[in-house]
């Protein structure tokens, strides 16, 4: 009988029994549950990805089960000798292991009959093919495989069932706990269950997670086969002890080489990891929190690497290859060395970027490149010869790398329909002082479907030549980097708050910008915010651009204010939908990120850890009054004041509350951990009802808006103290504390 043939007795063995039945369909029914009760930032997430995710958990589980029990089958009904001794031991455990890989395949082609059209109609006019196989195909099956692989070379490498159960217990266990190791910075690598993907995007590509995922899947292979080959060569042999099993099975020389192969394989795929770099951790000195989520930094100017030169005048010429994910690029600069002397020029360029042809007035040299910085910056220096003025060509390319010292998300990069590069990613920056009338201009070549947006000048739509589009940029004065975004977006112009204001947001997402009527919800926010506080702080313009759900959040620099695809959907995401606007989605949510370039981004309402003051108190507060006089106070009664009043009954009724001295008697983590959990408490729902009693003491909404008028004009740029609220608004600490 050949081999094949063997294989598919050995498929048609397992599948005539009950039990793999059994695990199937247990693994289906939960992944079905998983998939009705999702929930998610996204319609991607809700109905396919945290599905799959979930399923992926579980599945796990049951496959270790089903996996441990057939290699346990033969010893346990005491037939191990007569197949042994009938067959070859070697191969039959290949084909046991094969053979339930398939029937985790077949598995998963069952749940995706389910799945797939479920999928369809839940995400409708948002569904991507590629996301769904990368949920179900990419991280669910592998999950199965590499439980199969696991589970089966633990049995083989000790011969105990219970063992081998308690380690892939561990193993899962471990891959799902890793999520809240912030501090020790797990590598996304070691994820082999769940993954650390997350926040897939509706409206764009989500190539850098499923880049994220591909290693991901490559590595644990990896490893799997290399412990499972490590259990096939520990395979015990009749009448004999585990190292003379060893022996007789390492006579096979492919089993060692393939478990070197495969572990030299996973120590190389580790180590040459390519999405993200070896940046050094920030340093967080001087760096605060406004409770938002945005943190700033208590600014000073900088000092530069090389104060004795100055750039005058830049320009470059870039072309990026979004199909190609890479760029190339040859930027030039002129500048003036103050002292005559020979000089070190310092220049700074994304790591996954390189150097070549550089030129110093006319001649060749060389760049050295030297340690990594911070936040994915490499050092480079260029040594120049004594001269009064330079002028220098560097050309440049390479792919995007990412700083792995932070959460390990990927945000810069290159795809196919949407690319962001940094500053120091759009061209080299040079680490010298910079004219305050240097020049800045290029041309950028860019596939003809993407339109860029520039965080520090204005682009100039050209000619269309071979699919490529040309686009002419002008900088700012006395800048010399920009970083950029391009994608298929539409615009929307409009004034509001004496500002041009352009909204920018992608294509895929015009019916939702409609349904919820965005411009005129944006300028009427922006306008009544304006009017009760004060302008903001941008020049005439202002671009608000939509990022996709994977960056989670915001940020503004420039005359930019950025926010993710979640401000703009008309809906939260069933069946967990919360009424509180700072849990679900849509215009509550874009209001409240409008409200917060007042509070958290012009000023800096700064969390203290005592009250319960932050940006995130007078943001809802701001955003309350607003919705107040758009829908009516009954709508802000049930939305806002009633969920407040939850918040603050929860708070106050908690038996750590009430009780704190027995916070004294557990551990200093575990009563960190027990404390966090009302952060949010005090934060969202308690500040703002302390600011709703304010605002009753000094005699309404219009007295009290008065006030924060002057804390904010009184404040601009800097950060605010619950002192300074107080100060500014005459309240009494204890006049607005709640009972």
């Given at each position: ?493 409009f004034e509001a708050g004496g500002l041009n204001i352009e909204l920018k947001y992608f294509r895929k997402h015009h019916k939702s910008i409609t349904d919820m009527d965005a411009v005129n919800v944006i300028k009427g926010a922006i306008d009544y915010f304006t009017m009760a506080y004060g302008p903001l702080i941008y020049d005439k313009n202002l671009t608000m651009l939509e990022l996709p759900a994977y960056v989670s959040g915001g940020f503004a620099t420039g005359n930019m204010s950025a926010m993710d695809e979640t401000n703009f959907n008309a809906e939260g995401y069933l069946p967990t939908e919360s009424l509180s606007p700072d849990q679900g989605g849509g215009i509550d ?151």
């Open positions: 009988m050949n081999p094949i043939t063997k294989f598919f007795y050995e498929v048609q063995r397992i599948l005539s029994e009950r039990l793999t039945w059994l695990i199937m369909a247990l693994t289906a029914a939960g992944a079905m549950w998983f998939s009705l009760n999702g929930t998610g930032r996204t319609a991607s997430d809700a109905f396919i990805v945290n599905a799959a995710k979930s399923s992926a958990f579980l599945g796990a589980f049951f496959f270790t089960i089903l996996s441990l029990l057939q290699f346990h089958r033969d010893y346990k009904n005491n037939t191990d000798v007569i197949i042994l001794t009938s067959t070859d031991p070697v191969h039959h455990q290949i084909r046991k292991t094969l053979a339930l890989i398939c029937t985790a395949v077949i598995t998963t082609l069952l749940i995706s009959l389910f799945a797939l059209p479920y999928g369809m109609v839940k995400t409708g006019y948002y569904f991507q093919a590629a996301t769904f196989l990368t949920a179900w195909f990419l991280i669910f099956l592998w999950t199965l495989v590499f439980a199969v692989l696991l589970a089966s070379g633990i049995y083989m490498l000790t011969k105990r069932i219970e063992a081998a159960f308690l380690i892939m217990s561990g193993l899962i266990l471990l891959s799902i706990t890793l999520e809240s190791m912030f501090t020790l910075n797990p590598s996304y690598l070691f994820y082999w269950v769940q993954t650390s993907a997350g926040n897939f995007s509706d409206l764009i590509t989500n190539q850098f997670q499923i880049d994220m995922l591909l290693w991901n899947r490559v590595f644990c292979l990896l490893i799997s086969i290399g412990i499972w080959a490590l259990g096939l060569c520990s395979f015990r042999r009749y009448g004999s002890g585990f190292l003379g099993s060893f022996f007789v099975n390492c006579r096979r020389v492919w089993i060692p080489v393939l478990i070197v192969t495969a572990f030299s394989l996973s120590g190389i795929s580790y180590v040459f990891e390519p999405i993200f770099d070896d940046s050094k951790p920030m340093d967080f000195s001087g760096i605060i929190s406004s409770g938002t989520g945005i943190v700033t930094s208590m600014y000073s100017e900088p000092e530069v690497g090389n104060p004795e030169l100055t750039l005058s005048n830049k320009t470059f010429d870039l072309v990026i290859n979004a199909k190609g994910r890479t760029l190339s690029g040859v930027s030039k600069y002129k500048l003036k060395n103050t002292t005559d002397k020979i000089q070190t020029l310092p220049v700074q360029i994304n790591t996954g970027l390189t150097l070549s042809e550089v030129k110093v007035n006319g001649r060749e040299v060389k760049a050295v490149q030297g340690e990594t910085g911070e936040l994915s910056t490499a050092n480079w220096s260029i040594e120049l010869p004594a001269a009064e003025e330079y002028e220098i060509v560097i050309g440049y390319s390479g792919r995007m790398r990412n700083d792995n010292t932070i959460l390990q998300r990927v945000e810069y990069g290159i795809a196919d329909g949407y690319v962001w590069l940094p500053s120091d990613g759009f061209s080299p920056s040079l680490d010298i002082n910079v004219s305050n009338d240097s020049s800045f201009s290029g041309m950028l070549s860019l596939d003809n479907n993407l339109e860029p947006v520039f965080a520090k000048g204005k682009g100039e739509k050209g000619t269309t030549v071979n699919g490529k589009t040309e686009w002419r940029f002008a900088g700012n004065t006395g800048s010399q980097n920009t970083s950029i975004f391009a994608a298929e977006y539409m615009t929307q112009s949510v874009l209001i409240h990120e409008i409200a917060h370039q007042w509070w958290g981004l012009a000023t800096m309402p700064m969390q203290d850890g005592t009250s319960s003051w932050s940006a995130e108190g007078i943001t809802c507060y701001s955003t309350y009054c607003f919705m107040k006089q758009y829908f009516g106070e009954e709508y802000v009664n049930e939305r806002y004041v009633r969920v407040w009043q939850q918040g603050l009954n929860t708070y106050q009724n908690a038996f750590y509350i009430q009780h704190p001295e027995y916070l004294g008697k557990l551990s200093e983590e575990e009563a960190s951990n027990i404390m966090a959990s009302f952060v949010n408490m005090s934060l969202y729902d308690i500040m703002p009802l302390m600011m709703l009693k304010g605002e009753e003491i000094l005699g309404g909404t219009e007295a009290f808006q008065i006030k924060l008028s002057q804390l904010y004009l009184t404040h601009l740029g800097e950060p605010i103290t619950y002192d300074d609220f107080l100060t500014v608004t005459g309240l009494a600490k204890e006049a607005i504390e709640l009972e």
